[in-house]
């Protein structure tokens, strides 16, 4: 029997851990044969590969984020092979299935739920050797009637082969996103999320997923990303992981996880911070309102006191780069109380503050509750909100305009040193800063347009100087820094208005005094050994109204800007004060 087991993910990068789980299953009674598309490829053309296997039955992994781009594969596969039995499952078609059966006539079988066992159970009754209404755990039609049978037992996860050993998949692994699972369920009952509803939390077995780590990082993997949903419910596990994690892990493989922020205790962030190598780990810590109604209301038990602590001893130990969640449009969280939770979030600075805007997914409490907050959505997926009764459209239309500024300024790590100075002294709060310039933006056209990495810089300073009304000098100079810190050599163009004071002349004078008198930037500069010609090619100089201290605080100190490219380095700055010069003159 051809059997495919095939999703389409959102990225190219991404792999899908779910069909690995149910080939592994399967095996050896059944080969399955893995599929995996995009979102973004043409449904003739993943209909035409599948339909190259000659397949008896496909099975897909539905999501929010595919199903709709799924349905129209489903059909166009099911109008060029009627004969093939498509199957359905995942979290998007779990829960209202008949009514997925009765919209999409296509699909023969909805595995519902946990769908290692039924699948291959599924896959015994297609092939006669076992009764259809025998299979438990999936809904199909029978007469033209609907019919659902009983989900069995939960797996037990211990017993469960491995999904990481196919030879077809290592080829890729050092250049895709790996999954892992060690747990399934979640403790908590976060009516937003479809894991409250799933009671308790499972194990897999610690010592088969170390060998399935090991296995995956000495054939190349870089990223591997756990998917359990609180990490650190055990804290004994955890730092068992972690220590496996740091005493084997290879050189340039990074670990990422989902962790509960308030229930991480100080003793391991301190153990964290003091044996985990940089850039080894990364969080992600689901804040999504710190609104105390609003988290009572979707039964989020959450101590923002004790989250906040965990992600400053985090940020202060520098090893571990955090992305912070938050979600608009929960309930009676309205636009000034949504601005406060933004406001206390961003005070903590992480990396990467990803705001979200409320789903109502199928099977959540929140879309059973639906009428009750004046709950307006789309009703395919994502099945996004647009409107509350406490949340205009025209409230979320600002947020989602915060939502963009906060991507391209914040987010992508491009102005580490503008935006610290912007948000805490030219603004009110950093949401003002965010919804003011996302406002001017989009009354500008520039989304309709595109950008380029210049333009991020040209169209802030046009803000700051029309909106604000500020002194742009300060934040010009940082700005200089940010983008001249991205240049892997000396820049060929840059984004500001050359000063008409810094001509050939004076930057002569500067280019001798640093080659006489190196030591004025510091020991590094100075161990570089510089003449003018080295200067000329490997150094970058430009005005500049600031200087940027070692603390990251900053002064007004007008002078030169010094930037030194070295071959296969990280760009390094230095400051030059008018102040410098000027001594250095009289002392000559």
């Not at 990481?164 to 937003?192: K, M, W």
């Not at 194990?203 to 296995?215: L, P, Q, S, T």
């Not at 959505?377 to 099945?383: E, S, V």
Request: glycine share 6%; charged share 25%; aromatic share 12%.
């Amino acid at each position: 029997m051809n059997i495919v087991l095939s999703t389409l993910n959102a990225k190219y990068i991404h792999t899908n851990i779910a069909i690995r789980y149910l080939k592994a299953y399967a095996e050896p009674e059944f080969h399955c044969e893995l599929a995996e598309f995009t979102i973004h490829d043409p449904t003739l053309s993943i209909v035409s590969e599948l339909y190259q296997h000659t397949p008896q039955v496909v099975g897909f992994s539905a999501y929010i984020w595919n199903i709709e781009e799924t349905i129209k594969v489903i059909r166009l596969l099911k109008l060029t092979s009627p004969e093939t039995i498509i199957v359905c499952g995942g979290p998007e078609v779990t829960y209202d299935y008949d009514q997925w059966l009765a919209r999409v006539p296509e699909i023969d079988y909805i595995v519902i739920g946990e769908g290692e066992r039924t699948f291959k159970d599924l896959l015994h009754a297609i092939d006669g050797k076992m009764d259809i209404s025998d299979v438990q755990g999936i809904a199909y039609r029978q007469d033209e009637q609907l019919k659902i049978t009983a989900p069995g037992p939960k797996l037990d996860l211990r017993t469960l082969p491995s999904p990481f050993r196919f030879t077809e998949d290592l080829a890729h692994l050092p250049n895709r996103v790996t999954y892992i699972e060690t747990s399934r369920g979640c403790p908590f009952s976060c009516q937003f999320c479809l894991s409250s509803i799933e009671v308790g939390v499972r194990y897999f077995n610690r010592e088969a997923i170390k060998e399935d780590i090991r296995y995956l990082m000495e054939h190349g993997a870089k990223t591997i990303k756990f998917v359990d949903r609180t990490f650190n419910i055990s804290r004994s596990y955890a730092m068992e992981m972690f220590q496996f994690l740091i005493d084997e892990h290879k050189p340039g493989t990074v670990f990422q996880f989902e962790i509960t922020g308030d229930i991480m205790r100080p003793e391991v962030i301190q153990f964290l911070n003091d044996e985990a190598p940089a850039g080894l780990f990364r969080f992600e810590i689901g804040v999504q309102s710190t609104n105390d109604l609003t988290n009572e209301l979707v039964k989020r038990r959450q101590n923002f006191t004790k989250l906040s602590r965990t992600v400053t001893m985090v940020k202060e130990g520098g090893k571990i780069a955090q992305h912070l969640d938050l979600i608009a449009g929960l309930p009676e969280e309205d636009y000034a109380s949504f601005r406060d939770t933004f406001n206390e979030v961003f005070a903590l600075r992480p990396e990467e503050l990803q705001l979200g805007f409320l789903k109502l997914l199928r099977g959540t409490g929140l879309r059973i509750q639906a009428e009750q907050y004046g709950y307006r959505y789309i009703d395919t997926a994502p099945y996004e909100i647009v409107s509350n009764n406490v949340l205009s459209f025209d409230d979320m239309l600002k947020i989602k305009q915060t939502e963009d500024i906060l991507e391209k300024y914040w987010n992508s790590g491009r102005f580490i040193h503008s935006m610290e100075y912007i948000v805490t002294e030219l603004v009110d709060t950093p949401f003002d800063f965010f919804q003011l310039f996302g406002a001017f933006w989009e009354k500008q056209g520039w989304s309709r347009i595109g950008h380029q990495f210049e333009d991020l810089f040209t169209r802030l300073e046009q803000f700051l100087k029309e909106v604000l009304k500020v002194d742009t000098a300060v934040a010009q100079s940082l700005m200089k820094i940010d983008y001249l810190m991205h240049q892997k050599f000396l820049p060929r163009k840059i984004w500001w208005a050359p000063s008409s004071s810094l001509q050939e002349e004076r930057l002569k004078v500067i280019y001798q005094l640093l080659v006489s008198s190196p030591h004025l930037l510091g020991n590094a500069f100075e161990s570089l050994g510089h003449t003018e010609r080295t200067i000329r090619k490997q150094v970058f100089i430009t005005e500049t109204a600031a200087k940027l201290e070692d603390d990251l605080t900053v002064t007004k100190n007008p002078g030169y800007l010094i930037i030194q490219y070295s071959p296969g380095k990280k760009a390094q700055y230095y400051h030059l004060s008018e102040q410098a010069i000027e001594s250095t003159k009289e002392y000559q």
